[in-house]
């Protein structure tokens, strides 16, 4: 393997991100009004209805919307309603908040802080990204073959306060026309499959945060068992 210079961003750019990627569990009356809560929850579902990132949410979406419709239906009794029915309207609140909670808790440890995972369940971050300044680029890259015929397994060592990084790879040798193509993972880790056996390609990672700039790895070959 045959490194290569890097590409793109001065390191004089660096510096690291200062937040944490979490989601908000802020569902009181003073942040979400009676209805407002109700509208809230039907988007939440409608974002992980299908996503692909969560398949298996806790609670499942069906128990939350049926706790959803139990607060919903609260509403409506409460217009004309007894102090009764304004104390059940209070506890179908409290239950569907703790379903939320519970989601939130499933949906943070199924994205591993990635903030594009997190934004696309439909609940609000906690902390809004500070842009302070690019990520340093990647260090440890490392590119072997695969177990199989035409794939590449890449890593590199963690990026502290990364989203996700950018694996990238084009075919050998690499010029001012080469076109990378890229393959974004959450993980550190990626694995490039249905290369053309007994070809060589350069490869090269990024790890990204909120900013658009990318500091590239310096770009490493090698041929395709």
């Not at 609670?59 to 009764?84: A, H, W």
């Not at 993980?187 to 350069?202: D, F, H, M, T, V």
Request: proline letters at 7%; a positive charge.
């Amino acid at each position: 393997m045959v490194p290569r210079h890097p590409i793109d961003v001065s390191e004089s750019l660096i510096h690291p991100l200062m937040f944490k990627n979490e989601l908000s569990r802020n569902f009181s009356p003073a942040k979400f009004k009676q209805t407002e809560l109700n509208v809230f929850c039907k988007s939440i579902i409608q974002a992980m209805d299908g996503n692909v990132h969560f398949p298996n949410p806790v609670p499942s979406l069906e128990q939350l919307q049926k706790l959803q419709l139990n607060y919903q239906q609260s509403l409506v009794d409460t217009i004309d309603g007894t102090r009764f029915d304004t104390a059940v309207k209070r506890n179908c609140r409290e239950k569907l908040v703790d379903g939320l909670r519970a989601l939130a808790n499933y949906v943070e440890a199924e994205s591993d802080g990635n903030l594009e995972v997190l934004a696309s369940s439909g609940f609000n971050l906690k902390y809004k990204p500070r842009r302070i300044g690019v990520l340093p680029g990647a260090k440890g890259f490392n590119v072997r073959p695969g177990s199989n015929p035409g794939v590449i397994e890449l890593s590199c060592q963690v990026v502290p306060k990364a989203s996700f990084y950018l694996f990238a790879y084009t075919e050998s040798p690499v010029s001012g026309q080469s076109v990378w193509i890229t393959v974004t993972s959450s993980k550190r880790k990626a694995r490039i499959e249905g290369l053309q056996s007994g070809k060589r390609y350069a490869f090269r990672v990024a790890a990204c945060g909120t900013r658009p700039e990318r500091v590239w790895s310096p770009s490493l070959e090698s041929y395709v068992l």
